[in-house]
């Protein structure tokens, strides 16, 4: 079994690397009406199938690019609360940044925090030149989000598998280097 490794930590959360114990949560998560809306079925029904989405998703982007999404913890007390993080879409030319939150945990400033920690350690840490975001034109909160985060609408897209309708949103660190301060 693969033992979880705290990545990033803000002041209320800890963002750490997904293992196959996250399987529960995960398929939870997964089959949120809001996911399922926003990002899209998985067809993830059963803790097998999470686990197996887990082993092929986070965890190899984490062992093939060094970056992933992160179950996102809260600090007080390691309640999950979603994930965010990066991965590498071979539909776009960089990393694209994305993040969901369980309902609970919305309207109280965790997923900028967390999403504002990610954008900080691509920027610093791992010197990533450009980050991307993608989102759905519907997904308000989600663009509110981007444009607080700094990314800037580039394109509007149509990205496989799917083919469904994608804002895609950009941000350039090359001269950029320090415009959204850590929560």
Same mark, same amino acid.
């Given at each position: ?5 705290? %990545?990033?930590?803000?002041? $209320?959360? $800890?963002?750490?690397?997904?293992? &196959? ?11 949120? +009406?809001? *996911? ?17 989405? !887990?082993? /092929? @998703? ?15 913890? $809260?600090?007080?007390?390691? /309640?999950?609360? @979603? ?14 940044? @994305?993040?969901?939150? !369980?309902?609970?945990? *919305?309207?109280?400033?965790? /997923? ?12 610093? %840490? &791992? ?13 308000? /909160?989600?663009?509110?989000? &981007?444009?607080? !985060? @700094? &990314?800037?609408?580039? $394109?509007?897209?149509?990205? +496989? ?23």
């Amino acid at each position: 079994m693969t033992e979880s490794i705290t %990545v990033i930590e803000t002041p $209320r959360l $800890r963002l750490r690397t997904a293992t &196959l114990d996250d399987a529960p949560f995960y398929l939870a998560l997964v089959n949120e +009406p809001s *996911w399922i809306a926003n990002i899209g079925d998985r067809n993830i029904h059963t803790v097998e199938a999470a686990r197996a989405a !887990l082993e /092929a @998703g986070p965890m190899a982007q984490q062992r093939e690019h060094g970056y992933s999404f992160y179950i996102i913890e $809260r600090r007080s007390d390691g /309640a999950g609360m @979603g994930m965010g993080g990066m991965i590498r879409r071979d539909s776009l030319p960089g990393p694209d940044i @994305g993040y969901a939150m !369980l309902p609970a945990y *919305w309207g109280q400033g965790y /997923a900028y925090e967390a999403a504002a920690a990610v954008v900080q350690h691509a920027q610093h %840490v &791992l010197r990533l030149p450009t980050l991307y975001g993608i989102t759905s034109p519907q997904n308000q /909160a989600s663009i509110n989000l &981007l444009n607080k !985060l @700094g &990314l800037r609408f580039e $394109r509007f897209s149509r990205l +496989p598998p799917a083919g469904k309708e994608t804002n895609i949103y950009r941000k350039d660190f090359c001269c950029d280097l320090g415009s959204v301060s850590a929560p």
